[in-house]
């Protein structure tokens, strides 16, 4: 699917925080965002919110901005983070897939995690995605202390079609998951958002038994109500 790319600098790679907690699942104490915007178009996304560059959900369109310069700041940043007394667990992608399109050109996201590599497991990397091109990066992953979040909303393929038009389909993105597990690499399900009457979280649930996975995390619908949800996803 065609795309335009927006190309930025940014000062900073890494973003702080000091008040995180990981049981609520978001508040990592460090945060990259080498992407924003994203192809999938799932229609319950609320990240073009915390973004500069789109008011609405409908302003976003196909637009990727890509943060050129970030694998160069991570590397510069992560020096000085060593030293520092602060948890070193960091969640890359905070407001768009980060194996979308783009990463095909551009391979921040591969280029960020080489840079965590020349540590060894000294960060625990948290990554979500609903992409297979992570499957790229498995020699990576291997070498890194990382946790991979799949995101499935429902099984049913068709209500997901119409819920992340342009993601890859629920069978693919199991199948991503029982290579990653093949590779021994920790992984879990988030079922994000919770959709009543469409998220089967019993069948998620039969998933991560059958693939062994660290956990399914379930939660709320957030700054849509189901209705709106519903209707731009053209479900009844
Ligand atoms: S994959 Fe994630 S970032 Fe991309 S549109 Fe869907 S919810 Fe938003």
Redesign the pocket.
């Known amino acids: 699917m065609s795309y335009k790319v927006i190309e930025v600098n940014a000062e900073k790679a890494f973003r702080k925080y000091d008040n995180y907690d990981i049981e609520k699942d978001f508040r990592y104490p460090y945060h990259l965002t080498p992407y924003q915007g994203?192809v999938?178009?799932?229609v319950?996304?609320f990240?073009y919110k915390k973004s500069k560059y789109w008011k609405n959900i409908e302003d976003r369109k196909n637009e990727i901005v890509v943060v050129k310069n970030m694998p160069e700041l991570v590397s510069k940043e992560i020096k000085k983070l060593n030293m520092e007394n602060h948890p070193k667990i960091v969640r890359i992608g905070t407001?768009?897939?980060i194996y979308g399109p783009a990463e095909k050109e551009y391979n921040i996201t591969r280029k960020i995690l080489e840079e965590f590599a020349k540590y060894g497991k000294m960060w625990k990397i948290y990554i979500p995605t609903?992409s297979d091109l992570i499957l790229r990066d498995i020699d990576l992953l291997k070498k890194l202390n990382v946790v991979v979040t799949v995101?499935i909303v429902t099984t049913n393929e068709k209500l997901a079609k119409k819920l992340?038009p342009h993601?890859p389909s629920v069978k693919r993105r199991i199948e991503v998951l029982r290579e990653l597990r093949k590779n021994k690499i920790p992984c879990r399900i988030r079922c994000e958002p919770f959709l009543e009457g469409i998220s089967d979280v019993e069948n998620i649930n039969k998933i991560k038994n059958e693939l062994d996975l660290i956990e399914v995390k379930v939660k709320k619908l957030n700054y849509f109500t189901l209705d709106e949800v519903k209707k731009r996803a053209g479900i009844k």
């Open positions: 994203c999938f178009q799932c319950y996304c990240n407001e768009a897939e609903k995101t992340e993601a």
